[in-house]
């Protein structure tokens, strides 16, 4: 134990501490990289799963007519369906963004929140509206109201004006801008007052212990007294579906963290055995056994990288809540400090560690007092080879410091190559989840404005309206149900049923595999029904629906987000064979000349109140979020390759001191010196750059394969860059390299020829 204090108190007394920092750096990067990636996933739906139970368990949301619902509900009561519920009279309306355009927002009624039982709101800020003129808004909009405006909103066709005295928010639906409307809160009064032509109900239902969520939402809807049924489970996936795409991504770039950890522990693990080999030779003539420094060299490592850990399960605990993307209404968690985190995740850090330390220790214990006082080996067949170069003797120097230590040098551009290999990753992700987020039809949903009238509104006025908008390239109607599969493969299965028209193949989807519908009685289906749901192209599926049984033939599959894909989309014309409901819903394209939000304020002119209109939501707010945790994850990796590439220059420079020194008295000046760096690290930058572009376009197509298949989108939808990320990132791994290894070697630039000489 002594020889390991005099050993930790050398090293850290030691003028030179980049390999000791560069250790203490990998390990706290490791770490928190593992930390994140497991508390992101397993808090996210645990913070979300605990904020269901503290608004009361609403298993059912159900809105409807004044009188539906409530007679909906007592016969659902009167059958055992219901423990508790809560009931809110509601107006739709439209509520104007700042930018010309409107969105709808669900303006309910709640006089007192501490008596709602089930579906508690939640405030966000501010206080509950008290008198008829005051609104709590949705916190989803807090960046575009303050506490006391006056805001204008149109219910029913009307203007009212009301003053915002809070914001909140409920988990009744997925938030805003992610879904809509929006929603609003003020007294019986003040409802009364904004809606003083009649109002709707919405409930919030907690059902009895014996009941199936699924199995009580179809009773509801096959009684026919409510319009709308939604499950938790539906809502629950729509608000966890950010945070299961960055979990895919959060495990591919953590392999890329951890592969990278080990390769610059094993280089600052051989880098102090260098360093150090004229100590260790003297304790081997003072009889330390090889057994003996082996050991004593990896328990050094351990302590070292234990700081790191300590550092890295802080850092990431801190970080984790940050990155539970989709849940940012719920606010901002305090970080949980879980010691079982620190003892398993910190546990696998160190094993690591020791694994990687484990060849550089067994060296250690092979140093032999000869060995001890004689300058490092130079290979000398390698050293004529780089000398026959046609470059300068600067550059013909770097490029042997670069190769002093072949397993070292290894090891570093090896882990350049991970860096360029995320930066690569990185780069082919962001574009790849970019086209989705903004070519909506990869997502099910290529529209630009969607146009929503109440049932007394004539479709034919509407459409009349709606074609004599300047900018309108094309529409589709857009409706749904809840129904279960009681046939095929996925027999049993509750699925979304999307009923678009007039003519699928006009509506602006994307056909993946087979044909489209072409006559009734034909349906596509997303990925997660033909992927792991059971259903095959060429299937005949029987379908309950609320209206009656329908039977269909799979005919291809589509690209849809919704649900994770476990969507079966038919026509209009199918539909029809069970109902003859219109649809209320238009989903308007534009012609390529308007943006959406211009399209949709000349629809809304245009519909002068007949309906509400709204422009599909900004796909650039949506990935915010995406390229700044990407941005993270590519820095962790690049930081840990750096630290890599500087531990092997300084080590390597450390190694031929003597020889800089030689040449430095021989006339070499600064500017030779630069080049000397510039050119060693160039050169393993060169070397990363080679082995890493290949890896990082294979791993972005596993980590975007991977992911598109757990969010439901499911292969053949999404395409990887490959030219220009491979372009930029191989560049910035070059000059980064060099640009690091001419800082890492400043110190030998401002000395002399004798005292490199001397020190050397």
């Known amino acids: 134990m002594n020889v390991f204090a005099a050993l930790m108190e050398g090293r850290l007394r030691s003028r030179n501490l980049i390999g000791t920092l560069a250790l203490v750096l990998v390990a706290a990067i490791a770490m928190a990289a593992v930390v994140t990636g497991l508390e992101s996933r397993r808090g996210s739906a645990a913070r979300l799963d605990r904020a269901f139970m503290d608004v009361g368990a609403p298993d059912l949301v159900v809105g409807g007519g004044p009188t539906g619902v409530p007679a909906g509900l007592d016969a659902a009561a009167s059958a055992g369906l219901v423990e508790a519920e809560s009931r809110f009279d509601a107006a739709f ?5 700042g930018d010309g355009t409107s969105v709808g927002i669900e303006v309910r009624s709640i006089d007192d929140p501490g008596t709602v039982v089930v579906g508690r709101p939640l405030l966000r800020g501010g206080r509950w509206a008290e008198s008829s003129d005051e609104i709590v808004l949705d916190v989803g909009v807090a960046d575009l109201v303050a506490l006391g405006d006056t805001i204008g909103l149109e219910i029913g066709g009307d203007a009212r004006t009301a003053t915002v005295v809070g914001f909140a928010t409920d988990l009744s639906a997925c938030f805003f801008p992610s879904c809509t409307p929006l929603r609003g809160y003020t007294t019986a009064a003040g409802l009364t007052t904004l809606a003083p032509d009649g109002t709707y109900m919405r409930a919030h239902v907690r059902l009895a212990p014996d009941w199936d969520r699924e199995m009580a939402a179809e ?39 951890l592969v990278s950890s080990l390769l610059v522990v ?26 003996h420094l082996v050991s004593i060299t990896v328990l050094e490592h351990v302590v070292l990288g234990a700081v790191g850990v300590v550092v890295g399960w802080v850092g990431g605990s801190v970080l984790a809540p940050r990155l539970q993307l989709g849940l940012d209404q719920l606010g901002t968690e305090a970080p949980r400090f879980d010691p079982t985190v620190l003892l398993v995740a910190g546990g696998a850090v160190l094993i690591v560690v020791a694994v990687a330390t484990s060849a550089p220790a067994r060296a250690a214990g092979d140093v032999s007092m000869a060995a001890s006082v004689s300058d490092a080996p130079t290979d000398r067949a390698r050293s004529s080879r780089i000398a026959k170069l046609p470059v300068s003797p600067p550059v013909q120097l770097g490029f042997q410091i670069a190769v002093a230590r072949p397993v070292r040098a290894a090891l570093a551009a090896t882990a350049i190559a991970a860096s360029v290999a995320a930066g690569v990753a990185g780069w082919g992700v962001h574009a790849a989840v970019n086209g989705v987020v903004e070519d909506r039809a990869a997502t099910g949903d290529p529209y630009d404005a969607v146009v929503a009238a109440p049932t007394f509104v004539e479709s034919d006025r509407l459409v009349e309206r709606l074609e004599a908008v300047d900018g309108v390239g094309g529409w589709y109607t857009d409706q749904s149900r809840r129904g279960e599969l009681r046939s095929g493969g996925a027999i049993g299965s509750s699925v979304k049923v999307r009923i678009v028209g007039p003519v699928v193949s006009d509506v602006g989807l994307v056909l993946v595999d087979g044909a489209w519908p072409t006559s009734p009685g034909e349906a596509l289906v997303g990925w997660g029904l033909l992927g792991d749901g059971g259903v095959r192209i060429g299937e005949t ?45 238009w989903r308007v394209v534009s012609d390529g000349t308007v943006e959406r939000v211009e399209l949709a304020r000349r629809l809304e002119d245009a519909m002068a109140g007949l309906a509400i209109v709204q422009p599909a939501a900004d796909p650039s707010a949506q990935l915010r979020p995406f390229r700044w945790v990407l941005g993270v994850l590519v820095a962790l990796v690049g930081g840990v390759a750096g630290a890599n590439l500087v531990a092997t220059v300084v080590a390597g420079a450390r190694e031929r001191r003597r020889e800089i020194g030689v040449v ?60 220009v990320p491979s372009l930029v990132a191989g560049l910035a791994g070059v000059l980064a390299a060099a640009a690091l290894s001419l800082l890492s070697t400043r110190s030998l630039r401002s000395m002399s020829g004798s005292v490199l000489i001397r020190e050397g």
């Open 93 to 97: 309306g439209s509520f104007p963004l």
């Open 266 to 291: 094993a280089n600052t693990a051989t880098g102090s055995v260098i360093a150090r080999r004229r100590e260790l030779g003297v304790l081997r003539a003072l009889g330390a056994t090889p057994s």
């Open 541 to 585: 599926v029987d379908i309950e629906l609320p209206e009656g049984r329908l039977t269909v033939t799979v005919v291809g599959r589509h690209a849809d987000l919704d649900e994770g894909g476990e969507v079966l989309l038919i026509g209009d014309e199918t539909f029809r064979s069970l109902s003859d409901a219109s649809p209320r819903h």
């Open 219 to 257: 009773r509801l809807r096959r009684d026919g007294l409510v319009d709308a049924v939604a499950t938790w489970d539906e809502i629950r996936a729509d608000l966890l579906l950010q945070g299961r795409i960055f979990s895919a991504m959060l495990a591919g770039f953590g392999g890329f963290v």
């Open 664 to 723: 430095r008295s021989l006339g070499f000046g600064t500017s030779e010196l630069c080049r000397l760096a510039l050119s060693s690290g160039a050169a393993l930058g060169a070397v990363g750059v080679v082995i890493g572009l290949p890896v990082g376009l294979i791993a972005a197509r596993w980590i975007v394969s991977s992911a598109v298949d757990q969010i439901g989108l499911g292969p053949g939808v999404v395409s990887v860059p490959m030219v």
